[in-house]
């Protein structure tokens, strides 16, 4: 497989369920990140991690949990969502600067993301 | 606060013709910018990007303009074809402030008509 993968595609859980996101990039990069994107608003950064280390965590509710075991494999844990947490959850990774964090000055590819709906 | 934004929701134009969609920052220090598109059911995927050092970047069929005087991105889409036809997104940053991600307008819905 090339590029970012995310599975599951699609997502249904109840409020009180535990689930997990995962994602798997094969690009050799060195951070990876997770976005939320809702209808009409633009893609809101959750988390990013950069050599397998959570640099930022952009105020994200504790219902969400990040793991980054290695370089390749990012996980979001799920725990007693709400209905407004229904959007498409996107995962991407870039390569930096091993030095210096310029992230943010390379292109971040994106897998297909997770549709995660919450009854 | 600072904002990337984009003056059209959605453009439609017919098959054949050039297409131009236009994106506004506000961050006067921004030095990274970059396009995405977006088809349905799919993430968004990289088409261009240019550095402040440039105003004119292209690349197959596609140029990005920059304007740093105005704080205006657009991105030029030659012959556009129906494949073209997804939600087209700008984003912006500025290096070294430990900001460690995009900051992402809201979109444009570009339509081709047959």
């Known amino acids: 497989e090339t590029g970012v993968t995310q599975t599951p595609r699609h997502l249904v ?34 988390f990013v991690y ?27 844990h799920l725990h007693t969502l709400q209905p407004e947490d229904s959007a498409l959850y996107l995962c991407a990774s870039s390569q930096n600067h ?5 992230g943010a000055n390379q292109p971040q590819h994106f897998g297909d993301g997770t549709r995660l709906s919450i009854l | 606060g600072e904002s ?9 134009v017919q098959e054949g013709d050039n297409s131009i969609i236009n994106c506004a ?5 921004s030095d990274y910018f970059i396009w ?34 105005v704080k205006h991105l657009s ?12 939600v087209y997104f700008c984003a912006e940053n500025k290096a070294d402030t430990g900001r460690r991600a995009l900051t992402f307008g809201s979109g444009t819905r570009l339509q081709v008509q047959p």
């Open chain 1, 13 to 46: 859980m109840g409020m009180t369920n535990k689930k997990s996101l995962k994602c798997e990039q094969h690009l050799g990069h060195n951070a990876m990140y997770w976005y939320k994107q809702s209808a009409k608003k633009p893609l809101e950064l959750m």
């Open chain 1, 50 to 76: 950069s050599l397998e280390e959570r640099v930022e965590n952009n105020s994200v509710p504790s219902r969400f949990s990040p793991e980054c075991p290695n370089s390749s494999h990012l996980f979001l």
């Open chain 1, 98 to 102: 091993p030095s210096r964090f310029t």
């Open chain 2, 4 to 12: 990337v934004g984009l003056h059209l929701p959605t453009l439609s």
């Open chain 2, 25 to 29: 920052y506000s961050n006067s220090a």
């Open chain 2, 36 to 69: 995405y598109k977006q088809e349905s059911g799919k993430g968004p995927q990289f088409i261009i990007d240019i550095r402040s050092n440039m105003d004119k970047r292209q690349g197959q069929r596609v140029t990005v303009l920059l304007n740093k005087t």
């Open chain 2, 75 to 86: 991105l030029q889409i030659a012959a556009t074809q129906p494949g073209d036809s997804a």
